[in-house]
């Protein structure tokens, strides 16, 4: 920054001398000077008129008696003017009035080439004003004469910042890279083996699974070159800088081999070809074939190794993932509880904290986040403790960082009528309730009545254990527990509800239909999969559905969908009729204290006192005898998939609730 800034003012300050020169030249040339002929000069001094002559070669200047004007003459080069002044009749350099003095100019090479760059003044000014301007223009990211040249940040990896110490929850991934930088450290050990070093690795996974930190740990772990660019970076206007910019990659990785290069967003260069409009004359399609040509082309005998990143391996050109070109996928999937922990034990290294704070509890608290998520809960909670003015980081602050990264900050500043707040309370507890008791759902963990983000309210389910697979009654609970708000509210309203449940309900008729046309749990309709997704590769993404099924059956899709959500709803009236005294008791403790969390809320959802009773006395009434069994007796609740998220209402109107996503599988 600093050597830009010197050269800008050098270039600035040679602007101003040149303005000033040419100002100065400018008004030497304009000030009060005449021209005479030298028969003139000659006529003059024979008459006594002139004072001064000075001679500078062949020009004289000419200064009058009585005159402040300045002549100009030129004389003859074989003429000698004293010996011209003489046969005249001038005196020269005598004391009488009319004697001439004459003074010769002393030889100046200085004052030549000064002469001679004030008259070329003008045209240096322009060029050095053309050449500043075509300096700018290359600037930044439009460097017009290096369209053709790779933008890759190249690594030493003499001083790693990353390495695989700071990398956890991808045991796997881990050991597959660490493969490869054993390649690269003692290629001899394989090579005696007949083995070969794998051409390239792709890494897939969704957002914030650390796959690009996961690429900065090898370049750290490697100590070889290290060579970093993104896939966008290749992709220009003009067709062909894509492909000019791969061959002067690869060409620097050849000279700095044995070395890495890591490219990350590949399916920004590395779609499927023939599917966009521009044909071969493409210039994604002519990266792209420059790309798997200087993978494996004829030029084979190179130790460089790709490493890519995308979350999108669906769309990538099939040539670019045969063996040869990347020969391994490295899948980098969202932790489990015990990767969460061993996340969160790398990120909370070297901070204060309480001897309240448990790793393991926090993990289990936070079921499909990535590593980004964690990362970004435990900074949130260690802005959480500076707000505060601690010295250390207790369980409160993770809790806190908790609901901010699901539902968003609290939003105390909104308004909330006591009606509007009673019915939001009545409609989590109808949530926590239905979950609570049905045998096959997940267990709330927390209920809330402080708006936080877009919800008026929330209700946490936390599952207690991971969980890849869902049953058929599983699904059947879910929609039970996504009805169970809107149920309490019509309880409270005389058969009435409000705008908040929208999305549940929105939730619960898509869990239902995918239950019938993507997963086969129908009972009617069996097992089977109705309707046929069509992608196009270059938007990426599903656009629509054709259908490969008769009127009559859509119908029967219709009403099974209509079926299981009729059912599901009456199982939440049932549940929560049977239970009113426990809701309602839950209600009024919600609306003093606003949020209920943990062992309170389960002894409050067993029908026992906030407080445990003391010793000696009876414990509270057990549940009737149509309730589920105990949870001891319950089916173990299996894993879940992806992060909890909102459950958004109208657009127009306060949200009342969060919960945990359904799969999309």
């Known amino acids: 920054m600093s050597s830009r800034w010197l050269r800008n003012s050098f270039i600035y300050l040679l602007i101003l001398v040149a303005v000033i020169a040419i100002v100065v030249s400018f008004l030497r040339s304009s000030d009060n000077t005449k021209t005479m002929p030298f028969s003139d000069v000659i006529a003059a001094a024979r008459l006594g008129q002139i004072q001064q002559i000075d001679v500078n070669g062949q020009t004289l200047t000419i200064t009058k008696k009585g005159d402040t004007t300045k002549y100009k003459s030129e004389m003859g080069k074989s003429t000698n003017l004293e010996q011209t002044l003489k046969d005249n009749g001038v005196t020269i350099g005598g004391s009488s009035d009319s004697s001439v003095a004459i003074k010769y100019a002393t030889p100046s090479s200085f004052g030549n080439w000064l002469g001679l760059l004030i008259n070329f003044l003008p045209l240096l000014l322009i060029g050095g004003l053309l050449i500043f301007m075509m300096r700018q223009a290359q600037g930044s990211n439009s460097q017009a004469m290096n369209f053709g040249k790779s933008r890759a940040r190249m690594f030493t990896g003499n001083k790693p910042t990353v390495t695989f110490q700071d990398v956890a929850g991808v045991d796997e991934a881990k050991e597959e890279l660490a493969e490869v930088v054993e390649f690269l450290k003692y290629p001899e050990k394989f090579a005696s083996l007949g083995a070969r070093i794998p051409r390239g690795v792709l890494l897939v996974g969704p957002p914030g ?48 081999s044995p070395c890495i290069v890591f490219v990350d967003e590949i399916d920004a260069v590395g779609r499927q070809r023939g599917a966009g409009l521009g044909g071969s004359h493409d210039e994604r399609e002519q990266t792209l074939n420059q790309i798997l040509v200087e993978m494996d082309g004829f030029d084979t005998n190179t130790n460089v190794i790709v490493i890519a990143a995308t979350n999108r391996p669906d769309i990538l050109d099939p040539a670019l993932l045969r063996p040869g070109r990347f020969d391994r996928q490295v899948i980098l999937d969202r932790p489990d509880s015990r990767g969460r922990q061993m996340i969160l034990e790398v990120h909370t290294k070297g901070k204060p904290f309480e001897k309240d704070v448990e790793l393991e509890t926090l993990a289990k608290q936070t079921p499909g986040f990535s590593g980004a998520d964690l990362a970004n809960l435990v900074n949130e909670a260690a802005i959480l403790a500076a707000r505060r003015n601690k010295k250390k980081i207790s369980m409160s602050e993770f809790n806190e960082a908790v609901d901010r990264v699901i539902a968003g900050p609290e939003r105390k500043s909104r308004v909330i009528t006591p009606r509007e707040k009673k019915i939001i309370a009545y409609h989590e507890a109808g949530h926590a309730l239905v979950g609570h008791l049905l045998p096959n759902a997940d267990p709330p963990y927390k209920i809330s009545i402080v708006s936080r983000g ?30 169970g708000g809107l149920v309490a509210e019509e309880l409270i309203l005389d058969g009435e509800s409000t705008t908040g449940p929208s999305d549940d309900l929105n939730r619960a008729t898509n869990i239902a239909r995918n239950m019938v046309t993507q997963w086969g749990m129908s009972e009617r309709l069996g097992p089977r999969t109705f309707g046929n997704k069509q992608e196009l590769v270059f938007l990426g993404r599903e656009i629509g559905e054709q259908r490969n099924y ?95 998220g909102l459950a958004w209402g109208s657009q127009s109107q306060i949200t009342l609730d969060a919960h945990v996503e359904p799969p999309d599988a």
């Open 209 to 256: 699974t650390g796959k690009t930190l996961l690429s900065r740990a090898v370049a750290g772990e490697a100590g070889v070159p290290f060579f970093s660019i993104s896939g966008s970076e290749f992709v220009e206007m003009f067709v062909g800088v894509g492909a000019s910019r791969v061959r002067d990659l690869f060409d620097q990785a050849k000279r700095n």
């Open 454 to 483: 877009m919800a008026g309210g929330f209700t946490r389910f936390l599952p207690e254990e991971d969980r890849h697979l869902m049953a058929r009654s599983q699904f059947k609970d879910m929609l039970a527990t996504s009805l």
């Open 550 to 644: 008769s009127e009559k059956v859509a119908e029967e899709i219709d009403e099974e969908v209509r079926r299981l959500v009729d059912h599901a709803y009456q199982t939440a009236r049932q549940v929560i009729t049977e239970n009113k005294d426990r809701m309602e008791k839950l209600v009024n403790i919600l609306l003093e204290e606003e949020t209920i969390e943990g062992d309170d809320l389960r002894r409050i959802l067993d029908g026992l006192d906030k407080e445990p009773p003391p010793a000696g006395e009876a414990p509270a009434a057990t549940p009737p005898a149509e309730e589920p069994s105990e949870p001891e007796e319950k089916p173990a609740p299996k894993p879940t998939f992806g992060k909890p």
